[in-house]
C-alpha cells in the first residue's frame, strides 16, 4: 500500500470533521472494491468482483489503480493471471490499464507509473471524456524506459522495472532491474535470471542513477538482489532493502541502506531486517524507527531501533529497552511528525509461554497464531511512557497508519482467538478513547494478499498493505 501524505485542500477554510469527510478509505473485500471517508459512514461497494487487492490513490485522491488476480488451475500447478485497472471516483468509470502489469504507483500530475512484463516503464495518464451523454474513462502512456546502465544491451538480454517507489513529492522514481539473460552461459542454456541493480529516476530530467550495483552469483559467493523500501516524509531519503539472491535468506532478514538523492552517498544500517515496508517509518526531522530482529517468526527476536543520525556512512541508533522491558514484542512502527511519540503493534511475551526464546516445535505454532496484537504509544522524551491504545484481547490489531492530523490512527483488525476470516478497519484517537468502525467483510478463502488460516504472519505472510489505502486530507 502507498499512503498518499500531501493534499489539495486548504486548511484553513476546512475543520477537522470536513477533513476527515474528505479523506478516503479504499478497500478491497473479498467480493469488491469499497470506498468511504473517515467519518464512519456505510462504505459503498464502487465495483462487485473478485480477487481483487493492492489499491493505490492517485496524487489527488479522486482516482484508484488496483489489481485483479484470477487463477488458472491445471492438474500439476496453477497461473495468476493480474490485469491492471483503474476507478475514478466522479465519473464511476472503471478502466482497464493492462494484462502484464508488475508493479504500480501513483505518480506525478495526478498519473500512474506502470511497469510492465514486456520491459516497458510507462507513465499513464487518465481524463475523462463525454460521448454520446455517457462519461468515459480514457487513457495515455508515455514511455519512460532507459536501459539501466549495469546491464549489456543485448538482443537476447530481456529486463524488467520492479518495485517502483515514488518519493513523496513525485520528483523521484526508484525501482530495482530484473534480467533474464538467454545467451548460451557456462554450457547452460536460456532462461538465466540475476539483478540489474537498483535505480533513482529524476522524472523531470529523465535521468536515472544506479544507487545498487548488481552482484552476479558464483559458485563462491551469493549475488544480490536489492529493492527500493520506504521514501522519507520530505522525499531525500530512500530505504534500500540489501537483499541476497536467495529468497530463503532474505525471508530471515536483511541489512539497508539509506540513500540521499542530493549527494547520492549512501549510509549503511548494519542490523537485521524483515524487509517490508512497514518496518520502517521516518518523522518530519528524518529519525528513523526500524524493526529488527533476525529470523521470520514474528514472535521472537524482534525490537523497534530508533536511528538518530543518518548523516555518515554509518547510521547512529539505539534499541528502545523500555518496550523489551514492558514485556512486548513489537511490530509496524508509526513515528510522530516531530519525532516524539512512537506509534506501534505489539503482542505480549506473556502469551508466547517460552516460545520466543526457541522452546518450541512445529506443532506449538497453534499455541502462537495468530498474534494478540494490540495498538501502543511511548513518549520519546520525557516520561518515555507506553500505553495501550486499544485492548480488547478478542482482536488482533495491526498496521497502525498515523493521519497528518496526528489525532487518529486507522488500522486492519482480525479475529485473534480462533481466526475465522473476519476482517475489519478502525479508527481510533491517540488516546484510545473514541474508535470507528471504518468498514468490515468476511475473507472466504485464501487470495493473494491475505491467507484465511493461522499463519499469516510466517512467511508467505498477509498483508494489510495489500487491502487498503488512506487519501489523507487531514492537517
Not at 22 to 42: C, F, I, K, M, P
Not at 305 to 321: K, N, R
Request: with cysteine; hydrophobic share 35%; net charge negative.
Amino acid at each position: 500500500m502507498i499512503l498518499i501524505t500531501g493534499c489539495t485542500f486548504d486548511p484553513v477554510s476546512k475543520n477537522p470533521e470536513e477533513a476527515m469527510a474528505e479523506s478516503r478509505l479504499v478497500y478491497a473485500a473479498s467480493d469488491g472494491l469499497y470506498l468511504t471517508n473517515l467519518t464512519g459512514e456505510t462504505p459503498n461497494k464502487v465495483l462487485d468482483d473478485r480477487g481483487l487487492s493492492y489499491p493505490v490513490f492517485s496524487e489527488k485522491g479522486d482516482r484508484i489503480i488496483f489489481r485483479k488476480t484470477v487463477r488458472e488451475n491445471n492438474s500439476d500447478t496453477y497461473i495468476d493471471r493480474v490485469t491492471i485497472f483503474v476507478y475514478d471516483i466522479a465519473s464511476g468509470q472503471n478502466i482497464m490499464l493492462g494484462e502484464e502489469v508488475l508493479s504500480y504507483c501513483a505518480g506525478p500530475e495526478n498519473s500512474f507509473l506502470i511497469s510492465t512484463k514486456d520491459g516497458k516503464l510507462l507513465q499513464a495518464d487518465l481524463h475523462v471524456t463525454s460521448s454520446e451523454g455517457k462519461e468515459l474513462l480514457e487513457y495515455e502512456t508515455r514511455d519512460l524506459s532507459l536501459w539501466p546502465e549495469a546491464v549489456s544491451q543485448n538482443p537476447d538480454i530481456a529486463i524488467t522495472y520492479e518495485n517502483l517507489k515514488a518519493s513523496p513529492d513525485k520528483k523521484y522514481l526508484a525501482y530495482n532491474v530484473n534480467v533474464q539473460d538467454n545467451r548460451i552461459e557456462d554450457g547452460r542454456e536460456g532462461g538465466y535470471y540475476y539483478s540489474g541493480g537498483m535505480y533513482v529516476l529524476n522524472l523531470p530530467s529523465e535521468e536515472a542513477v544506479l544507487v545498487v550495483k548488481p552482484i552476479r552469483s558464483t559458485p563462491e559467493s551469493l549475488g544480490n538482489n536489492p529493492e527500493p523500501g520506504p521514501w522519507s516524509r520530505d522525499g531525500t531519503i530512500l530505504t534500500v532493502w540489501d537483499k541476497p539472491q536467495s529468497g530463503s535468506l532474505s525471508a530471515d532478514g536483511v541489512n539497508c541502506l539509506f540513500y540521499h538523492v542530493d549527494t547520492k552517498k549512501t549510509t549503511t544500517f548494519d542490523s537485521s531486517l524483515l524487509a517490508y515496508d512497514e518496518n520502517i517509518s521516518f518523522s518530519r526531522k528524518n529519525n528513523i524507527a526500524a524493526l529488527t530482529g533476525y529470523g521470520r517468526d514474528m514472535f521472537a527476536d524482534k525490537r523497534i531501533d530508533e536511528i538518530t543520525d543518518v548523516s555518515g556512512s554509518s547510521a547512529v541508533f539505539h534499541t528502545l529497552q523500555e518496550i523489551y522491558r514492558k514485556g512486548l514484542v513489537p511490530a509496524m512502527p508509526q513515528f510522530s511528525a516531530d519525532g516524539k511519540t512512537l506509534y506501534f503493534a505489539a503482542m505480549k511475551k506473556t502469551d508466547l509461554k517460552g516460545l520466543d526464546e526457541g522452546q518450541w516445535m512445529s506443532e506449538d505454532y497453534q499455541n502462537v497464531y495468530p498474534l494478540k496484537r494490540q495498538l501502543y504509544a511511548m513518549a520519546l522524551n520525557g516520561s518515555r511512557e507506553i500505553r495501550e491504545i486499544t485492548s480488547d484481547p478478542q482482536y488482533r490489531c495491526e498496521s497502525p497508519i498515523l493521519l497528518n492530523n496526528e489525532k487518529y490512527l486507522v488500522f486492519g483488525r482480525a479475529n485473534a482467538e480462533d481466526y475465522d476470516g473476519s476482517m475489519s478497519i478502525w479508527m481510533v484517537s491517540a488516546d484510545g478513547k473514541d474508535e470507528r468502525l471504518l468498514g468490515e467483510w468476511q475473507e472466504e478463502e485464501y487470495n493473494d494478499v491475505w491467507m484465511s488460516d493461522k499463519y499469516d504472519d510466517y512467511y508467505g505472510r498477509g498483508s494489510w498493505h495489500g487491502i487498503f489505502a488512506i487519501y489523507d486530507a487531514t492537517k
